[in-house]
């Protein structure tokens, strides 16, 4: 049973949604990565999304870009992000990593031999926002090879023909995106975002995620009425932002730790 596919049936069994929060690998330094994510899983993080950094993230709104940016300049790239994943995985077995990004990246790298070092690192899933589900037949191919899980996205817009289509590749979880904007926009419809799960789970016994406008504990606690898993990412990366470097990691956790409480209240 894959990382992924275990922690979530252990949390099912104990009636809980899973945190998943979301860090640009390389932001706001290169050295703070592992650390930041070993941070994030005391926390109580159940899943990690490392973001590959990218200089046209398309998907992300203005915090993320900027942490794509520095990650740059501070010189991260694909193989520098899996090179934190195998150290992490030196004293963590048990967490899901999955890596979310761009298609270029991957592209550059060749899809098998990423594969391949992303096995080896201790990838547990990838979600790469340009690659939907019509186009990434080979990725899902090459993903399933090594066992690692295909993520995909919904939103809002999402036709039911596209439920069923990513219903059918996703592997691990969907993450469902509850807005119509980039990720770090506000005010979610939490009554539209559940009826939406409603539909998506009629098609899949996949878990369904939910991202983009949860900031804190009382949003997070709403939408884990109804979703498997919630993921939080743009408002970890302005605490890093705001934070002195060294606050920065006890303030991420505070951060973390206060919105799992608020879950689990």
């Known amino acids: 049973m894959s990382r992924i596919k275990a922690t979530f049936a252990a949390l099912a069994a104990q009636k809980r949604t899973?945190?998943?929060?979301?860090?640009?690998?390389?932001?706001?330094?290169?050295?703070?990565?592992?650390?930041?994510?070993?941070?994030?899983?005391?926390?109580?993080?159940?899943?990690?999304?490392?973001?590959?950094?990218f200089s046209d993230p398309m998907a992300d709104g203005p915090v993320i870009q900027r942490a794509s940016e520095r990650a740059l300049k501070n010189g991260v790239g694909l193989i520098n992000v899996l090179a934190y994943v195998s150290q992490f995985r030196e004293t963590n077995t048990i967490t899901p990593v999955?890596?979310?990004?761009?298609?270029?990246?991957i592209e550059r790298m060749g899809l098998a031999i990423f594969a391949a070092r992303a096995k080896a690192a201790g990838v547990d899933g990838v979600l790469v926002v340009d690659?939907?589900?019509e186009e990434s037949v080979e990725v899902l191919k090459a993903l399933d090879a090594?066992?690692?899980?295909?993520?995909?996205?919904?939103?809002?817009t999402s036709t039911a023909q596209r439920i069923k289509l990513v219903a059918?590749?996703?592997?691990?979880?969907?993450?469902?995106?509850?807005?119509?904007?980039?990720?770090g926009a506000a005010n979610i419809d939490t009554e539209a975002v559940s009826e939406m799960i409603?539909?998506?789970k009629a098609e899949t016994s996949l878990p369904v995620g939910v991202g983009f406008g949860i900031r804190d504990g009382a949003t997070a606690k709403l939408v884990a009425a109804f979703a498997d898993a919630v993921v939080i990412g743009s408002r970890i990366i302005q605490e890093l932002e705001a934070s002195p470097p060294e606050a920065a990691l006890v303030n991420v956790e505070k951060l973390v730790s206060d919105i799992r409480h608020a879950m689990d209240a």
Request: net charge neutral; aromatic share 10%.
């Open 18 to 53: 899973a945190l998943i929060p979301f860090v640009t690998a390389g932001d706001p330094t290169a050295v703070i990565t592992v650390p930041l994510m070993h941070t994030l899983v005391k926390a109580g993080a159940d899943v990690i999304e490392l973001g590959v950094p």
């Open 146 to 156: 090594v066992g690692i899980d295909s993520i995909y996205l919904l939103s809002p």
């Open 131 to 133: 690659y939907p589900p």
């Open 168 to 183: 059918q590749s996703a592997r691990g979880y969907i993450y469902y995106v509850s807005l119509k904007g980039v990720t």
């Open 198 to 200: 409603k539909q998506i």
């Open 98 to 105: 999955v890596l979310m990004g761009y298609a270029n990246p």
